[in-house]
């Protein structure tokens, strides 16, 4: 496939801890940019975290020290590892790419022309 896929959501209590997979496949995110973003429920889609080629890696001030993106190239998989849920971690998870190395710094929607289907994260109280 030529799209991303999300894996691992689903309900988690507060407090717990969830690890996100993304399918890159064809994308090979050895060779690109790949990132996350979450759309809370009514919200907005926001970029979370990204990893460039060379591996530089990007967080948004919110969840800087609760998430870690990583990547494993032989399994051309990106993984979103997340801890200490809080219900306003609720919300769909993106998996996206920009089609190029770079990630253009800020992690915006509108430079990211490859996404998933997303995955549903449920955290409750």
């Known amino acids: 496939h030529a799209q991303p896929e999300e894996f691992g959501g689903g309900s988690v209590p507060a407090g717990g801890s969830l690890r996100l997979p993304c399918d890159a496949a064809?994308?090979?995110?050895?060779?690109?940019?790949m990132a996350w973003f979450r759309q809370p429920p009514g919200g907005e889609r926001e970029g979370i975290a990204s990893?460039?080629?060379?591996?530089?890696?990007t967080y948004a001030e919110s969840v800087k020290g609760r998430f870690t993106i990583s990547r494993d190239n032989a399994k051309s998989t990106v993984y979103l590892d997340i801890k200490n849920l809080q219900p306003e971690d609720t919300g769909t998870y993106y998996c996206?790419?920009?089609?190029?190395?770079?990630?253009?710094?800020?992690?915006?929607?509108?430079?990211?022309?490859?996404w998933g289907q997303g995955t549903q994260v449920t955290v409750s109280p």
């Open positions: 996206a790419s920009t089609g190029v190395w770079y990630c253009f710094g800020e992690i915006r929607e509108r430079d990211y022309g490859y």
């Open positions: 990893i460039e080629r060379d591996g530089e890696i």
């Open positions: 064809d994308i090979t995110p050895s060779n690109y940019c």
